[in-house]
C-alpha cells in the first residue's frame, strides 16, 4: 500500500499528465502512476510524461515525422487516449525490450515483439497492442524504422538472437543450449512477475552486476567441447549428447560435474558415458585450477 506522502514529485506530475491526456481523474491516473509493476523493474521508471512527449516528438513514430502512433501501429485513427488503463501494459511491453541488447541494425519487427511480449507477460496482460509495443521500444529509446511507407509496423534495434532465444524458449522452457544468446535480465523480470502475481510485492530494479544463475561455467565449458558424436564413450559425443538433451528438455544444465553424473544416473546412460563424465570432470576442475592460479 502506498502512503500520499511517500509520493515523489515526478509520479505526481506523471499523474497530472496522464490525466490530462486521457480525460481521467487524478486519482485514477495517480493509481496507474503508483501501480508496483510500474516502479522499474529493468530500468529507471517509465515516465508518462515522457510517453506523451514520444507520440509528438519522435523522429520516426511521432507527429514531427508526420505520422500519427495509435494501438494498431502507424497511422491509424484510433487513440491511445481512449484506454488509460493500458498504461501499464506500454510500460511491461517496455520492460520485456529492456531484456534485449540494443543495436542499430535488426530485423526485428515490432508485430513479433508484440507476441514476444504478449508470451512472456500472461495472464491480465496477455494482450499487448502492435501500437503499444512501438511506443514502449520508442520511449526506451530504441533505433526504430518503418518497414515500408504503407506498413503499420516498425523494426525495432534489439539484438535478434536474443529475441530468437527468448521464442524458442517460449516453444520449449528447457530449451537453453544456446545460452550465449539469453537475454541478461530475462530471469531477474520473470522473477518480478512471479512474485508480483503470488503476492503483490513491488519488484527490486536489477543488479546487472548479479550472477546469471540459468547457467554455469561447466556448462558453458560442456557445450564448448561439443564435436562430431563418435563412440559412445567418445568425450565429444558425450558433450554432444548432453548439448541435445538440454534443448529438447530432456533434462536441465548441469552446474557442476556431480550434476552431470546425475543426468546420466537417471537416464540409465551406458557405463562409457559414466567414465566419458569422470573425465570431463577432472579436465573442468584442473582448468579451474588453472584459471585460478592465473587470476
Known amino acids: 500500500m502506498y502512503d500520499n506522502n511517500r509520493d515523489d514529485r515526478g509520479i505526481q506530475q506523471d499523474a497530472r499528465a496522464w490525466a490530462k491526456y486521457t480525460g481521467i481523474n487524478y486519482t485514477q491516473a495517480l493509481r496507474l502512476m503508483r501501480h508496483p509493476l510500474a516502479q522499474g523493474v529493468l530500468g529507471p521508471r517509465i515516465s508518462a510524461r515522457s510517453l506523451i512527449a514520444v507520440l509528438d516528438e519522435h523522429p520516426v513514430v511521432g507527429h514531427a515525422a508526420g505520422v500519427t502512433l ?17 498504461f501499464i501494459d506500454v510500460v511491461l ?6 531484456m534485449f541488447r540494443p543495436v542499430e541494425i535488426t530485423n526485428v519487427g515490432s508485430y513479433g515483439m508484440k507476441h514476444r511480449a504478449e508470451d512472456f507477460l500472461g495472464g491480465e496482460h496477455s494482450y499487448i497492442s502492435n501500437g503499444e509495443t512501438i511506443w514502449a521500444a520508442a520511449v526506451l529509446g ?38 550465449h544468446h539469453r537475454p541478461p535480465g530475462w530471469e ?79 537416464a540409465a546412460a551406458d557405463e562409457a558415458f559414466f567414465e566419458a563424465a569422470y573425465e570431463a570432470g577432472v579436465a573442468f576442475r584442473s ?7 592465473a587470476g
Open 70 to 86: 495509435s494501438p494498431s501501429g502507424l497511422d491509424r485513427s484510433d487513440s491511445f487516449a481512449d484506454q488509460p488503463e493500458r
Open 188 to 266: 531477474h523480470l520473470q522473477a518480478a512477475l512471479d512474485a508480483y502475481n503470488a503476492e503483490g510485492t513491488t519488484p527490486t530494479q536489477w543488479d546487472e552486476s548479479a550472477p546469471d544463475k540459468r547457467t554455469s561455467d561447466f556448462h558453458e565449458w560442456m557445450l564448448e567441447q561439443v564435436g562430431d558424436d563418435g563412440a559412445v564413450g567418445n568425450f565429444a559425443r558425450l558433450a554432444h549428447d548432453y548439448e541435445y538433451g538440454v534443448s529438447v528438455g530432456d533434462h536441465g544444465i548441469a552446474m557442476s560435474p556431480e550434476d552431470l553424473t546425475a543426468i546420466l544416473e537417471s
Open 142 to 179: 530504441l533505433k526504430l524504422k518503418r518497414e515500408d511507407p504503407e506498413s503499420l509496423n516498425v523494426l525495432i534495434g534489439v539484438d535478434e538472437h536474443e529475441v530468437g532465444y527468448l521464442r524458442r524458449l517460449q516453444q520449449n522452457p528447457h530449451a537453453l543450449v544456446d545460452s
Open 287 to 293: 582448468l579451474e585450477g588453472e584459471r585460478r592460479r
Open 93 to 98: 511491453a517496455a520492460e520485456v525490450q529492456r
